[in-house]
């Protein structure tokens, strides 16, 4: 079946730090792969998707992503965090059937350091 | 770009009444709507498949007579918890395609609390 795993809960970083979000999916053909954004009691935002193409994928709020699928993962990061940018981040795969309904992972909530 | 109204974004409703929650497409024909529920600090819990003019499709564990899903037209889709009671109480959100896997919107989610 499949799945998305985010090993990562929490995360703390120092504002101006670099980040790396985990993401690790299991599926048997190429998937398409998303990052959305939720900040408390708000629905989701589309940081950056992968369908096909350059594995190097630029996101919006200067976000990027990396597909390897060698490793089965879609890492997102960011160069330098902002205090702005804490909130709850979201791997997701598209299972593209007929239904093409969107799996998600668990979520990791990134948290900020003045 | 693409935009899925959802209303109410917070409703409060007493046990055992009914409550209807809509999503609509403002700018595009969302052919498929799912309908996904959230549990406090918790991920994205898909409930239903609907797609325009036929009957939703629904996941396992849900039942399909307490979360009633029309899509009567290509811009609506609504969600109706029936009977609805305490353990119902949680964050709803609609999210629209008009097909295929590069087009997924999603509303901002409604908070439902049964009380």
């Known amino acids: 079946a499949q799945s998305v795993t985010q090993p990562d809960i929490h995360i703390t970083v120092s504002e101006g730090a670099s980040l790396e979000l985990r993401c690790n999916y299991s599926?048997?053909?190429?998937?398409?792969l998303f990052w959305y954004v939720q900040s408390p009691g708000q629905g989701l935002q589309l940081l950056l998707k992968?369908?096909?193409?350059?594995?190097l994928v630029q996101g919006i709020k200067g976000f990027e992503a990396e597909f390897k699928r060698s490793q089965s993962s879609f890492n997102l990061r960011k160069p330098s965090v902002h205090w702005s940018d804490a909130a709850e981040y979201f791997c997701?795969?598209?299972?593209?059937?007929?239904?093409?309904?969107?799996?998600f992972g668990s979520g990791t909530r990134l948290s900020i350091r003045p | 770009g693409a935009v899925v109204s959802q209303h109410p974004s917070r409703v409060i409703c007493k046990s055992g009444t009914s409550v209807k929650i809509e999503c609509r497409s403002l700018d595009f024909q969302a052919t498929t709507m799912f309908w996904y529920r959230q549990f406090p600090k918790k991920s994205l819990m898909l409930m239903a498949t609907s797609n325009e003019g036929s009957k939703a499709t629904y996941e396992q564990g849900v039942e399909k007579d307490k979360f009633l899903i029309n899509h009567a037209s290509l811009t609506l889709s609504t969600l109706t918890v029936t009977s609805a009671h305490p353990e119902d109480s949680s964050f709803y959100i609609c999210s629209g395609t008009t097909g295929g896997a590069d087009g997924y919107t999603f509303g901002s989610g409604t908070r439902l609390t049964v009380v």
């Open positions: 599926y048997g053909a190429t998937p398409y």
């Open positions: 992968y369908f096909s193409g350059d594995t």
């Open positions: 997701a795969v598209a299972v593209y059937s007929s239904a093409s309904k969107i799996i």
